[in-house]
């Protein structure tokens, strides 16, 4: 899709307000556009409603200023720009137009070597490990390929590969299914937009609409999301476990029951905490910080041993050291026999009277078929639900996609007098734990340079100051265990159509958490601090800072993100509440099983990752059993 010659006009016109010349950063030139509309390209599903948010802001202006957009003068366009910044109904709108833009900004190897930021990365040689020759791209293989196995699993992230090595390691021909490709060290270039477009599902534009607008990535890979996660590795608190075992009734979900498979994720991960080093000047600020205020403060355990500190955990770790499922269990599953399938969507599971038999899909136009005496779905909280609805399948409930909660994420970025490099650390390996009781959990949430940019809620000349002292800045980020919840439905060209609307509470945790990440900021010597907050965009004292925490905030007015959906295809004893049962089997099929996040059953107010590693382990169990009995009754 090719801008018009009228949209290309508006766009340069927004070019020049929001992104003009600074003391050491040139203005948005031919580059810039370029760039941007190569992307628009690219992503026709975004081309369209960029087109349309830019004809929203041409014709908007006439009410206020008497003229189109495009034709006022700059001045007139800034102030225009910012008082839609502060309009509740078009602030999303306008975002909507610079994040992009802002990206293609910055995207670029000139600006990253006047702010003194390491641009790209150089591919590291070849690497052939053994247990490749386990994987097999399915367009490969015969129109109308039909294989048998004892399990098949659907999906390679943290449930998948989890108990696919689970089910290998115990003698079972476990076959994986991933629709995505296989990515190496030698993909991962270190820039983000790149790396989007690559291993992001829908380039990242995978977001859930109600009261606001919440973009939640997922990965699209061997590996899944644990491909552009921060790898960050908690235990579930004993407050979620009560929560399961008072209300919920799994009182089989205790810390004792769980105990050992936690211990042994974490011992196969080799979970720590970061080297101070690799934590960089980012954890001794936030450290600062909370000492003087007397908060509770750690480095948070992560999966990567050995991780420099490079900060690009979310786009492909580049040296190895995150232990992400495709460097970790999916090779340990293959090395124990098992087989991979890519690039194979999966649209259907195989049905024998209640009986899930194998599943079937598209690879390269053609249909392949796989047999199997179980199936493992592990496709994720938000497409996992997507396959069972298009199908009317363990839905006797009708709670198959309900229940989503998210951890609503949002964070700040504070600047100092002092080079702070955040860049050159990790991302979020830092914890400010003093307030988990009350359902947040800051963790660090420091991202690089076209990101950061494209976060931060300002423009103009403003904006161009504060990137020039982007070695300056520092973010930080906090998630809340919500009590909101969202829903998934079958969307257009079965994508899954996501409605969460943010509540009162929720809302409201968040904005204590902005006021208090705020207060560490300037305790540990902050100038200023942005928060990601509409109408309190730059806070430059306390009194500020009391001004956000007594405002009446709306969620449109809270720039919020979510990493963790969980939950829609919830685990319960009652087939009636409940999707799948305390085996993570379907109440409604048998021999077909959920493993991973959607079989949570509630919020868990920490990341998820290892929580569904550890409950796979534990399904993996429970499979093996049925398997056996299965060969069993055969047998007889």
Known sequence: MKLMNAETAILKALAEAVLPPGQILPGAGEGTLRRLMT??????????????MLWTLETQTTVRHGARFSTLPLGKRVQALQEIERSDSLRLMLHGLLIPLKLAYFDDPEIYKVLGCQYALAPPPPEKPRWLSQMTGAATLDAGTELECDAVVVGTGAGGAAVATGLAKRGHAVLLVEEGAHFTRADFNGRPMAMMQKMYRQNGLTAAVGNTVIPIPLGKGVGGTTLINSGTCLRLPESTLAHWRDDLGLSELSSESLAPFYDEVEKFLEVAPSSKQALGAAAELIAKGCDALGYSHRPLPRNAPGCDGQGLCCFGCPTDAKRSTNISYVPAALGAGGQLLTGLRIDRVLMEGDRAVGVTGTAGGQRVTVKARVVVLACGSLLTPVLLLKQGLANRSGQVGCNLSIHPASAAV???????????SVPQGYAIDEFHAEGILFEGANAPLD???????????GFIALMERYNHSLGFGFLVKDSSRGRVRVGVQGLPLISYWLNAKDVALMQRAFGILARVFFAAGAREVLPFVGGFDRLRNLADVERLESASLSARQLDVTAYHPLGTCRMGKDPKTSVVG?????????????????????SLGVNPQMTIMAMALRAAGFIDERLQGLTRSAAA
Request: no cysteine; glycine share 10%; aromatic share 8%.
């Open 39 to 52: 992307v628009l390209e690219e992503t026709p599903a975004l081309g369209w409603a960029y087109r349309g």
């Open 414 to 424: 504070g600047i100092f007098d002092q080079p702070t490099n955040a860049w050159r």
């Open 451 to 461: 990101l950061s940019g494209a976060a931060i809620n300002a423009l103009g000349p």
């Open 582 to 602: 305390t085996t993570h089997e379907a109440h409604d099929v048998m021999n077909l099983y959920v493993v991973d996040g959607s079989a949570l059953p509630s």
